[in-house]
C-alpha cells in the first residue's frame, strides 16, 4: 500500500528565508511604485500648468490682450484681486470669484480658506489637504513678477496709480500679443513650495498685499522680486534649504509655464545667465537651450 508522507510545518530556516524573499521584493517594489507615483504627480502638475496658461491666455482675449496683474483694484466688484483670484473665472471658479463680490478684496467672505486644486502640486510637501498651517489657501506655482507686475518698480513707493480708482496696482508692461522677446520665451509661472516654515513664509493664494510692496510681503505668491534665482529641485524641509526667494520643485525637474500656455522642465543645472533671460520679457536675448 502506498503511504502519502505529511509534511511537517515550516522549519525556522525556511521560514526565515521566505521572509527574507519577501522582504527583496518588497525593496524592489517600493521604489518603482514611487518612481510610478511621482511620474504621475509630475505629469498632473504639468497638467495644472497648461490650465494657467490656458486661463491667461482667456483672461487676455476678455480684456484687450492684457495679462493677469499681479494684484489690481477692480471698483464695483471684488475689490482687490491677487493674480490667482483675478484668474478664477477661467479656472472653473466662477462661484469662488463670485463669493468676494463686494467684500473688498478676494480673501473676503471667507474667500481666504478655499483650496482650488487646480493651483495645487502633488509633489509639493509642504501643505495637507489644501490648506497651509497658518489657515490660508494655498498655491504650488508663483507668477514671475517680470511679466505680470513690471510697469512699476515693485518695492517701497512704486507702482502704478490707476487714475479712474485712486489704487496703486501692480500690472505687467506688456499684453499678451506683445511681449518682446516672444511669448515662446518667456517664463511666466515657476513652481513653488507653499511654505518655507523655516523662514516663516508662505506662498498663499490670496492674501493681503499693498500694491506698492506686492511680493516683499512673505505671504504673498510672488517669484522675481528679490532676484532672478535659478531652481531649487527637491530641497528639503523645513531645515532651512528651502528658500523663499527661489522657485522650489519636488520633482527632479522643474514644471515651468510659458507665457504661450506650454510647459517644459527646467533641471538644477540650468546656466543663470540663461535662466535670467528665459524670465525677462524684453531683454532682448535668444535662449541657446532651455536646459
Known amino acids: 500500500m502506498l503511504r502519502v508522507r505529511k509534511r511537517g510545518a515550516f522549519t525556522l530556516i525556511e521560514l526565515l528565508v521566505v521572509i527574507a524573499i519577501i522582504a527583496i521584493l518588497i525593496a524592489l517594489l517600493v521604489p518603482a511604485v514611487q518612481k510610478v507615483r511621482e511620474a504621475a504627480n509630475k505629469t498632473t502638475c504639468g497638467n495644472n500648468l497648461r490650465q494657467i496658461g490656458t486661463a491667461t491666455h482667456n483672461y487676455a482675449g476678455v480684456y484687450n490682450g492684457k495679462l493677469p496683474p499681479q494684484l489690481w483694484y477692480m471698483a464695483g466688484g471684488p475689490g482687490w484681486l491677487p493674480f490667482w483670484s483675478t ?165 527632479a525637474v522643474m514644471n515651468v509655464m510659458l507665457m504661450d500656455a506650454s510647459v517644459r522642465g527646467i533641471s538644477q543645472s540650468v546656466n543663470g545667465t540663461y535662466w535670467n533671460w528665459m524670465c525677462t520679457p524684453d531683454d532682448g536675448n535668444a535662449i541657446p537651450t532651455w536646459n
Not at 509642504?126 to 507668477?143: D, E, H, L, R
Not at 490707476?162 to 496696482?169: K, L
Open 87 to 251: 484668474i478664477y473665472p477661467y479656472v472653473e471658479q466662477q462661484p469662488l470669484y463670485n463669493k468676494s463680490m463686494n467684500s473688498g478684496a478676494a480673501w473676503g467672505n471667507g474667500g481666504h480658506n478655499i483650496p482650488v486644486q487646480v493651483y495645487e502640486c502633488p509633489s509639493d510637501p509642504t501643505y495637507t489637504n489644501g490648506i497651509g498651517n497658518n489657515g490660508w489657501a494655498v498655491v504650488s506655482y508663483a507668477p514671475v513678477m517680470q511679466t505680470f507686475a513690471s510697469a512699476g518698480q515693485w518695492g517701497n513707493n512704486t507702482g502704478v496709480v490707476d487714475p479712474s480708482t485712486g489704487q496703486v496696482n501692480s500690472f505687467g508692461k506688456y499684453k499678451l500679443a506683445n511681449i518682446p522677446d516672444g511669448s515662446s520665451q518667456v517664463v511666466g509661472i515657476v513652481e513653488r513650495y507653499n511654505q518655507l516654515t523655516y523662514y516663516g513664509w508662505y506662498n498663499n493664494q490670496v492674501y493681503p498685499c499693498s500694491g506698492w510692496n506686492w511680493g516683499w510681503n512673505s505671504n504673498c505668491s510672488s517669484y522675481g522680486p528679490w532676484g532672478l534665482y535659478t531652481p531649487q529641485i527637491q530641497p528639503t524641509v523645513p531645515n532651512g534649504q528651502a528658500h523663499p526667494y527661489y522657485p522650489n520643485s519636488g520633482h
